[in-house]
């Protein structure tokens, strides 16, 4: 689900280690990806590396247009969008949010470009979803953060990917545990699964879902949790009543898939 592990990310802004030294073409403009110089596509499509993440930070710093190009110099390189998403957006997600732990960024610039990030999500949404759509299929799932969290662009991406495999998706950023409640209940649900950033409501969740799940429309309904916390300390989410699922997006759906056409079993 959503993933803003600050852990491990390659490089900080000011970094100048001579081996991820960018080219003088690249230093030029400052945007330009070192398999973008000198022509628009190259023969066999590699992954998206470190230094490439570290100019889509860079390019969301500067502005909204300069990230977009950044992607679409990706797409000329033969990227499709999920590599896109799960190679370039995401690890640029985590090495904004290693820059603030490292003081390299404020709260206010790691806020704009984390900002710039989803809305990439939004504006490249309808491509994606005819990227490799499958049929639509009957299932409903309610995807949601903790309330009050401060970050949802890694809970939106998941959502194209379910959206992408044919579900219905609601999506909601409760703003306190009232809206989670009422969000919850507010139709019915195959599935529901919440990603949670940090331990504030961890103890809130554990006594709420199971009543939520018990005075549900649909009393069936499965339940899971992702985010930042499944990622970082898993255990402290063992006394949840559900499931926790510490995957990229790709896998969280086939999990959740067949887990439904195993009957929520």
Known sequence: MAQFNVRNSPISPHESDPASTPSEAQRSNGLTGPRLVGGTSFSGKEALDPL?????AKACMQGQEAARQVIHGWQRQGQSLTDIYLQGVAPCARLLGQWWSEDCLDFAMTTIGATRLQQLLHDFSAEFLQESPKPRNSWSLLLMTEPQAQHSMGLFMLSEFFKQAGWNVTLAVPQDVAEFKRVFHSDWFDAVGISVSSDRHIETL?????????????LKT???LGGPMALLDPGCLKGIAAEVVAEEAPATVSWLTKKMRL???
């Open 263 to 265: 009957g929520g079993s």
């Open 206 to 218: 554990a006594h709420l879902l199971p009543q939520l799940k018990q005075s549900a429309d649909n």
């Open 222 to 224: 499965l339940l899971f």
């Open 52 to 56: 490439q993440v570290q100019i889509l």
